[in-house]
């Protein structure tokens, strides 16, 4: 049996979409006959702290359906402050070193990035000629701090140009999420082998109930993830033209009290905030809607929101409002409707002009058999595994 590590800043307990990859792309792995091991964190996000079972711990081993999961001490933080931000990851990175000294590591390795210092640590400690190093990037940093305006193109951010092209020319293969992130690195190392590994999901596509066409009835608009900054849903609350819609929100984030307030300030809207729930159970409560957003405060270049392939398989319609190459993915498909990022007038006309008509079982169903077609979890899977 062939051994493999994946090395990630985010992993279950942990909620969001980074950790339901990973433990998908582990799980995945597992079942096509790979001994797989996790090295991650203790658990800490969205909170920034340390969950209550595994306070006090310096190390923590345990066995999750099959996988070995090794959870390293990090200074927890969810902070605004760059420095502490700055300190947990390289809390992480100094925990990693520690272990790669005094640990035999597999042949294979798939590295998660960003974080990028994360990503760096372990590129720069475990590069050998007997080891395959498997780069897997999600997101691009820095483009992404810079496009979100978290970074200004000044000395640190071209150090951080640095570890990122470092990061390319360590690996023996890079895996990319999207289109725009195999483009961006293919400018900066043309060399690499690439491959696309979209986040498809990997469950059975549940049954979806008729919808309900009852006359005069407000349109069930849902969102359900991270409440960040990136996400602007606060931003969405004060924007949205409520007339024929009702607003529900489901997560946690940075954002979470500002929006429990504004909700609480203006309780004549139809707003209603629910919390976080597992996956499961959002996913029979996401069912009981008729329309859902995926909202980015700025189009982020390579970002593909992973909602889109969930959601599609859920069979709900969506109204994408974050621009590239997910509002490709949506109107190529016939998954629902696209509106460019900040265009808040736009967003309202065009909600305004949904039909209960467009909302029905039929155009579930089409979406679900889309996905069934072209969103298809197990041939990726087959030819990542074959490549490793």
């Not at 996000?45 to 990090?74: Q, S």
């Not at 140009?161 to 483009?183: F, P, T, V």
């Not at 986040?199 to 049954?207: D, E, R």
């Not at 029979?284 to 982020?300: G, Q």
Request: net charge positive.
């Amino acid at each position: 049996m062939k051994e493999i590590c994946i090395i990630t800043n985010y992993f279950p307990p942990e909620t969001g979409a980074a950790s339901n990859r990973i433990f998908q792309l582990a799980e995945g792995l597992k079942s096509k006959g790979f001994e797989t091991t996790v090295i991650c964190p203790l658990p800490n996000y969205p909170t920034g702290k340390i969950f209550a079972e595994y306070k006090g711990k310096l190390r923590h081993l345990e066995d999750m359906n099959g996988i070995k999961v090794c959870r390293l001490w990090i200074f927890a933080s969810n902070s605004k402050n760059k420095l502490l931000r700055l300190l947990s990851m390289l809390s992480f990175s100094l925990s990693l070193t520690w272990f790669f000294i005094w640990n035999k590591i597999p042949k294979t390795v798939i590295v998660q990035s960003p974080p990028l210092l994360v990503a760096f640590t372990s590129m720069f400690f475990l590069k050998s000629k007997k080891r395959k190093l498997i780069l897997n990037v999600s997101d691009l940093w820095p483009l992404a701090g810079l496009e979100l305006r978290a970074f200004k193109k000044n000395l640190n951010y071209r150090i951080l140009e640095r570890i990122e092209k470092y990061n390319y020319q360590k690996a023996h293969l890079i895996l990319g999420q999207s289109e725009e992130i195999l483009c961006h690195i293919k400018k900066i190392c043309p060399e690499k082998e690439l491959f696309l590994y979209r986040n498809y999901p990997n469950f059975k596509s549940p049954y979806v109930p008729e919808a309900i066409t009852e006359k005069g009835r407000k349109i069930k608009l849902v969102y359900a993830g991270l409440l960040g900054i990136a996400q602007g849903i606060l931003k969405l609350c004060y924007n949205l033209d409520y007339s024929k819609i009702e607003f529900h929100v489901y997560g946690s984030g940075a954002e979470e009290d500002l929006i429990k307030s504004f909700i609480k300030e203006n309780n004549h809207l139809p707003i209603f905030f629910h919390g976080s729930l597992s996956r499961e159970k959002l996913h029979k409560e996401l069912l009981e809607y008729d329309l859902t957003i995926i909202p980015l405060l700025n189009r982020i270049y390579g970002s593909v929101p992973s909602k889109i392939f969930e959601y599609a398989k859920l069979g709900l319609p969506m109204l994408y409002f974050g621009g590239g190459e997910g509002e490709t993915i949506i109107e190529k498909n016939s998954l629902g409707w696209v509106v460019e990022p900040g265009n808040y007038e736009l967003l309202n006309d065009i909600i305004n002009n949904i039909q209960q008509d467009e909302l029905t079982l039929v155009t579930r169903k089409n979406i679900q058999m889309k996905s069934e077609a072209v969103f298809d979890y197990e041939m990726q899977l087959n030819e990542l595994a074959e490549i490793i």
